[in-house]
């Protein structure tokens, strides 16, 4: 279980964050969703300490850390360990070769023998649809393709939670559908995964619980169909204006 509580975070005078406390199941998909501005990317930053909150706490399996603390490197990592971020963009190194992009981290990060992550990381390939695109560089895919890439990085970690922020708001729709068809994939594994999306089809699709977050708040935080049948004007406002 992912457990945020009291989490606030400002810049400037401006609070992007206002007294969150939320819930992530385990093994379950969490969509988050909101207007531009929420503070939707904050917060899923704030998991992994990309963003770090001015106070609050996160709860993730046996790791409990108060973010108004001066946090140590080796709780950072501890946390960082824990989750894999996928981001718009896909972020590959460019130097390296698509089976050196996916090993790095298991073999910094997590100590793992070298022979064994290549290993696994032909299997992520497969699992993603690029089986034999190891030794290609980055810039020899697609946006899609490089992005799917980033799917299979993530997985290598083994993290407790995927989080995805918005992972296709870079590509057009064709490539968009397969890293939605993907992600979706991914949901009926039951992995542990939180999305930031702006697609409602696929929010309706893929999620379990849905939080809704306007000006730093949490509007709403429920099950998912309890969320698209709500009779709120302003979740229903939103809705109706994500149709268009």
Known sequence: M???????????NHKVLDDI????????TTVILG??????????????????????????????????????NSEILQLRRKSAMVFQSWSLFPHMTIMENIIEGPTQAKNENKEQAIEEGKKLLAEVGLAGFENRYPSELSGGQQQRVSIARA???????????????????????????????LAMEDKSM?????????ARKVADKVIFLENGQVIFDGESKEFFENKNRRIQDFLNAMKF
């Open 194 to 202: 939180i999305v930031v999306t702006h697609n409602m089809d696929f």
């Open 2 to 12: 992912l457990k945020l509580t009291h989490l606030n975070k400002s810049y400037e």
């Open 21 to 28: 406390n939320v819930v992530f199941p385990k093994n379950k």
């Open 35 to 72: 207007p531009s501005g929420a503070g939707k990317s904050t917060l899923l930053r704030s998991i992994n300490l990309l963003d770090q909150p001015e106070s609050g706490s996160i709860e993730l399996d046996n790791l409990k850390l108060n973010y108004e603390s001066n946090l140590s």
């Open 155 to 185: 997985l290598a970690l083994k993290p407790s939670y995927i989080l995805f922020d918005e992972p296709t708001s870079a590509l057009d729709p064709e490539l968009e559908a397969q890293i939605l068809h993907l992600i979706q994939k």
